[in-house]
């Protein structure tokens, strides 16, 4: 990609959300579209991994929280959220992986970004054959020798996604910010594809062919 086509999208910025089945390579993709556009990938897994590793307040909270068996509340998911986006490398956009979860959060990341003036652009959804990504999936856990990944755990893992999702997916469809994208293939040939479906929604430079590698 060329410098200018990288500056134009820089100054650009995007204001997105990615979902998609595990083993779709959401993460992967997730990182070369923040490159792309150079906005933040804020990732709600990573954030509490690092808080987490580095015993903060909040990473005590958390792991707390986990250790019980209780899943993270709204409340202090929407709360790391809230003051990730108002760090300055997200005031040109940034892409959400793994936020919101609910229709509570979906709510309220709603209303932060009324008040931001910052309106969500588009929710990028990797869409892939499920029982091709169980497939995939049992199969490398059985190369590298991971016994307690079995195809029922994999296949619940894909279940849960799909249940937890399909009501955010139905909201967001509703307002036009759905934007379907063929999950399977190779790392670039499925950037290229997103690469192509954000251009046709206007979300990007014209000029930008593919997302950063």
């Known amino acids: ?28 993709q997730a990182k070369r579209i923040g490159a792309t556009f150079g906005i933040p990938d804020v990732s709600t897994g990573d954030i509490f991994r690092f808080h987490i590793t580095h015993e ?18 709204d409340s202090l998911t929407n709360e790391i959220v809230a003051s990730r986006l108002d ?9 959400l992986d793994g936020y919101p979860r609910t229709l509570e959060q979906v709510h309220y990341l709603d209303a932060l970004l009324e008040k931001k003036g910052q309106p969500l652009e588009a929710v990028i959804r990797l869409v892939a054959d499920q029982e091709e990504l169980i ?12 016994a307690d990944d079995t195809e029922e755990a994999i296949r619940h893992r894909q279940e849960v996604y799909l249940r937890e999702t399909a009501p955010l997916v139905e909201l967001y469809r509703e307002r036009g910010l759905l934007i379907d994208v063929d999950g399977l293939g190779g790392v670039d040939e499925v950037g290229d594809r997103i690469s192509a479906a954000l251009q046709a929604a206007g979300i990007g430079s014209a000029d930008s062919a593919t997302l950063a590698s």
């Open 87 to 95: 760090e300055a490398d997200a005031a040109n956009g940034f892409l």
């Open 135 to 146: 497939a995939r999936l049992t199969k490398r856990a059985h190369e590298q020798g991971r």
């Open 1 to 28: 990609m060329s410098t200018n086509t990288a500056e134009s999208n820089i100054a650009r910025g995007a204001r997105l959300l990615i979902v998609g089945p595990p083993g779709a390579g959401k993460g992967t």
């Open 56 to 73: 903060t307040e909040l990473g005590l909270r958390v792991k707390a929280i986990v250790a019980a068996g209780d899943y993270v509340p």
